[in-house]
């Protein structure tokens, strides 16, 4: 009777222990895992989720030029363009060979319509790096926002090279591609920008385009 005794007691504190060990709190995130969180987040169109991560980081002295990118870009979306400025001129000052504070101020002159400095901008994101996928998919949208179709296809064409699961350079061609009536490539770039970013604010209006092609 007593080694049956000790048994279930031993038993019990090996699955007590196994119950603490499975409910123990996980390592808190880093700060670069916290901003990775964050940068997903923006990328997939929720902004405001984003937003709260990346001024958090701020308010604990976290100096990271990818920060001051996103949360500038966070706020453009929000129409804050003077704020946002802020955040693109610290990679300006900090890191001038880097292509990311020429296409936060392109951002920037596009929200102000100032087409001709964003242009500037953009092409000397470019020159930077050639290689940058956000520079290309900046300056599709601002060929977009010029009516110049066949450029910013170009443009967002040569972005998703460089990176394929950019949600909104699926969007934005898929809009071109809408315009110019290739209904086979607005459903294909469509449907990717849905499955990347299902949550997104433009996913309603996505589904109703492709609920009339």
Same mark, same amino acid.
């Given at each position: 009777?007593?080694?049956?005794?000790?048994?279930?007691?031993?038993?019990?504190?090996?699955?007590?222990?196994?119950?603490?060990? *499975?409910? $123990?709190?996980? @390592?808190?995130? =880093?700060? $670069?895992?916290?901003? +990775?969180?964050?940068?997903?987040?923006?990328? #997939?169109?929720? =902004?405001?989720?984003?937003? &709260?991560?990346?001024?958090?980081?701020?308010?604990?002295?976290?100096?990271?030029?990818?920060?001051?990118?996103?949360?500038?870009?966070?706020?453009?979306? %929000?129409?804050?363009?003077?704020?946002?400025?802020? %955040?693109?001129? /610290?990679?300006? $000052?900090?890191? @001038?060979?880097?292509?990311?504070?020429?296409?936060?101020?392109?951002?920037?002159?596009?929200?102000?319509?100032?087409?001709?400095?964003?242009?500037?901008?953009?092409? =000397? #994101?470019? %020159? /930077?790096?050639?290689?940058?996928?956000?520079?290309?998919?900046?300056?599709?949208? *601002?060929?977009?926002? %010029?009516?110049?179709?066949?450029?910013?296809?170009?443009?967002?064409?040569?972005?998703? +090279?460089?990176?394929?699961?950019?949600?909104?350079?699926?969007?934005?061609?898929? *809009?071109?591609?809408?315009?110019?009536?290739?209904?086979?490539?607005?459903?294909?770039?469509? $449907? /990717?920008?849905?499955? *990347? #970013?299902?949550? &997104?604010?433009?996913?309603?209006?996505?589904? &109703?385009?492709?609920?009339?092609?």
């Amino acid at each position: 009777m007593k080694k049956r005794t000790n048994r279930f007691w031993l038993t019990l504190a090996l699955l007590s222990a196994l119950f603490l060990g *499975l409910n $123990q709190a996980l @390592p808190a995130q =880093t700060q $670069q895992e916290r901003l +990775q969180t964050g940068i997903a987040y923006f990328e #997939a169109g929720k =902004t405001a989720e984003a937003k &709260a991560i990346f001024d958090q980081l701020v308010a604990e002295n976290f100096v990271n030029n990818d920060l001051y990118y996103y949360l500038g870009s966070a706020l453009i979306k %929000q129409k804050n363009p003077e704020a946002a400025l802020t %955040q693109f001129n /610290k990679i300006l $000052q900090s890191a @001038p060979n880097s292509p990311y504070g020429y296409i936060g101020k392109a951002q920037y002159d596009i929200a102000k319509a100032n087409y001709t400095s964003a242009e500037t901008q953009l092409n =000397t #994101a470019v %020159q /930077k790096d050639p290689n940058c996928a956000e520079a290309y998919y900046h300056r599709g949208l *601002l060929r977009g926002y %010029q009516k110049k179709l066949d450029l910013a296809i170009a443009d967002l064409q040569k972005c998703l +090279q460089l990176k394929g699961n950019h949600a909104y350079a699926h969007y934005n061609i898929g *809009l071109a591609y809408y315009q110019k009536g290739r209904k086979d490539l607005t459903i294909t770039h469509f $449907q /990717k920008f849905l499955y *990347l #970013a299902p949550e &997104a604010p433009e996913a309603a209006q996505v589904k &109703a385009l492709l609920s009339r092609i």
